[in-house]
């Protein structure tokens, strides 16, 4: 089954993030954002997941979410383009940074020669990674299947870590600095994928969507930057990052899910009125 992107009944396209997000922190669940959802499904709004998640565990989920629409992966490693989505033939797996192989290849190449301490995804089991992660064996398998990024657990100190750091950008890769892990990828991040996805459909005629993206971690910040209308979601802790965008901001009360159907929700409500 194909579905080819067609322009929505109101101009605006979602780029969300899952864990925290979308997804409740605790259980998982998007149960709580359901009426928003279903609002956007039935415009025709495409809800964009823009994840460090692998493709493995995205497809899973995208078709909980019954979403035909592009995501992206591993952190802006990579962008998923379903089938005939643009009209194009065939379906893309959109490559903004190294194959994992190469990236894998270097960072064992260079912690041997200059003696750094870290483990990768690669040099665990599924076992170690449900240990290292909290997830369950067969998530962490999952989560293993990789396809532009690396994560690991840094063992060595300070100094080493800035060393190593100053290794990958001379190799024109980076570093990015998540919860428990760092990541190893190419020259891109979330925004930088969430772009190139936004220019294809820019390309499209109709009037120009506007875009909606939600978070609530610093790695999502520089998504929030560079979309209309930013949303800082709530955290489960009650807290929310600290966020500085040049456009719209929305902090939500709820929390995950809960402050991503009132975000959603009343910005269509707004967009509808001047749209029917
Ligand atoms: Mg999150």
């Not at 076992?127 to 994560?151: C, F, H, I, Q, W």
């Not at 925004?191 to 220019?199: G, I, K, T």
Request: aromatic share 8%; proline share 6%; net charge negative.
């Amino acid at each position: 089954m194909t579905y080819r992107f067609s322009t929505p009944a109101l101009p605006l396209i979602v780029l969300t993030d899952l864990d925290g997000t979308l997804l409740d922190h605790h259980s998982y669940s998007f149960a709580a954002a359901e009426p928003a959802l279903n609002r956007l499904r039935r415009a025709g709004v495409p809800l964009v997941i823009v994840t460090s998640k692998t493709r493995a565990e995205v497809a899973r989920l995208a078709d909980r979410l019954e979403s035909p629409h592009p995501y992206v992966l591993e952190n802006g490693a990579l962008i998923a383009l379903p089938p005939g989505y643009f009209g194009e033939d065939g379906g893309a797996l959109i490559r903004l940074s190294p194959a994992y192989e190469e990236l894998c290849a270097w960072a064992a190449r260079i912690r041997r020669e200059k003696g750094y301490r870290f483990r990768g995804f690669a040099d665990m089991d599924a076992a170690a990674v449900a240990a290292a992660t909290g997830l369950s064996e067969e998530d962490a398998a999952l989560a293993k299947a990789r396809d532009g990024s690396e994560p690991f657990i840094w063992e060595d100190t300070p100094e080493a870590l800035q060393a190593f750091s100053a290794d990958v950008e001379a190799r024109g890769w980076r570093l990015m600095q998540g919860g428990r892990f760092y990541h190893l990828l190419g020259r891109t991040d979330k925004a930088y994928a969430a772009e190139q996805l936004l220019s294809h459909y820019r390309e499209l005629p109709g009037e120009p969507l506007r875009s909606i993206a939600l978070g609530d971690s610093p790695n999502d910040l520089p998504l929030l930057q560079i979309a209309d209308i930013a949303v800082v979601i709530r955290r489960h802790d009650g807290s929310w990052m600290d966020a500085q965008v040049n456009g719209r901001k929305i902090q939500t009360e709820g929390i995950g899910p809960v402050g991503w159907n009132e975000a959603v929700g009343s910005i269509l409500t707004e967009l509808e009125s001047t749209h029917v």
